[in-house]
């Protein structure tokens, strides 16, 4: 949540939108996402999942800033048998947690438990398996395993320290007033 506050901070919002800027800047063929492959096929089939499906030189920006201010972004993905992914859906961060280790039969298992009413799904679709999400974290601090770290982080401490000077700024100017009055 306080990351949302940060957000509202003009020069924190327009830091979060240059990171956003700089990771979706578009090569000279216009694209921002440049397809590389020896076989024809896969590249065709990729460049469908990320032009068509995913539609990442609209979606993508928002994503990152997400990915960026949060340090995690969820993808619900809908996979058809024998078409493959047909559609995804943003979901957010506080209705989703990981789950990794909770199975002692299955080590490696990663399933994702979504919560909330608008998670769209159905009461037997809490659980969502490690397919039919795509999560993407900034890991670059081991410490918030199994999710990932925001770019705020850093700058939380102060953030909050700055509002609380704000705060107190604002009480002692209130006290004050009556006294130039009288």
Known sequence: RDYELMDADPIISSALDIYSDESTIDNVEGKCLKIKSDNAKVAKILHNLFYDILNVNFNLWAWIRNLTKY?????????????????????????????????????????????????????????????????????????????????????????????LMEDAMLIHRIMRAPERRI
């Open 71 to 163: 340090g995690d972004f969820y993808l619900k993905l809908d996979i058809l048998d024998k078409v493959g992914v047909v559609n995804v859906e943003p979901m957010s961060g506080y209705d989703v947690t990981r789950l990794e280790g909770h199975d002692p039969t299955q080590p490696n298992l990663v399933q994702f438990s979504v919560e909330g009413e608008d998670s769209g799904l159905n009461s037997s679709q809490k659980i969502l398996e490690n397919y039919e999400v795509a999560h993407f974290r900034l890991m670059s601090d081991s410490n918030y395993l199994p999710y990932g770290k925001s770019m705020l982080e850093g700058a939380r401490r102060v953030y909050k320290q700055l509002t």
